[in-house]
């Protein structure tokens, strides 16, 4: 290496941070590609992929707990954008899973509801992931609750 390189690297302070290690975004981002393709093997005996098993299990939750599901609820519901929502739901009801339909009143809108077959599959897949979360994020010293509390304060931050 020439001296040249050995002043540059020594005078390049592009890095607040001594340590990749020691950056919460890269931290971040390693992170989420573990889980993500930790969650990949737990929904595989379940032919779901990741964003097919949140609108799945998305639609079962709001259903229980009362609320009209259409495409854009679920878009907001999950964060997914509407085009990914709406292909993602196509390919979930050419698997018999959900349903989709006009909406009684908005012509715009499209109603969702899940199948008896979607719902089993869903009950399941959600058990998977539920108990493959709590392995994986136990790790955390100050708990799940305190975890999630940070993450929903992340979440909520101006961007």
Known sequence: MQQNDLTMKQDDNTF??????????????????LWQREIKKALAPYNLTHSQFVLLASTHWLLLHGSEVTQIV???HTGIDPMTTSTVLRNLQSKGLIRRREHDTDTRAKSVDITAEGRELAKKAVVAVENFDRAFFAVHR??????????????????
Do not use: C, H, I, Y
């Open 16 to 33: 607040s941070v001594a340590r990749a290690e020691d950056s919460p975004g890269f931290l971040l981002w390693q992170v989420t590609t």
């Open 142 to 159: 100050g708990g799940l609750p305190a975890f999630n509390e940070s993450l929903r304060a992340l979440l909520k931050l101006p961007v």
């Open 74 to 76: 679920l878009s907001q």
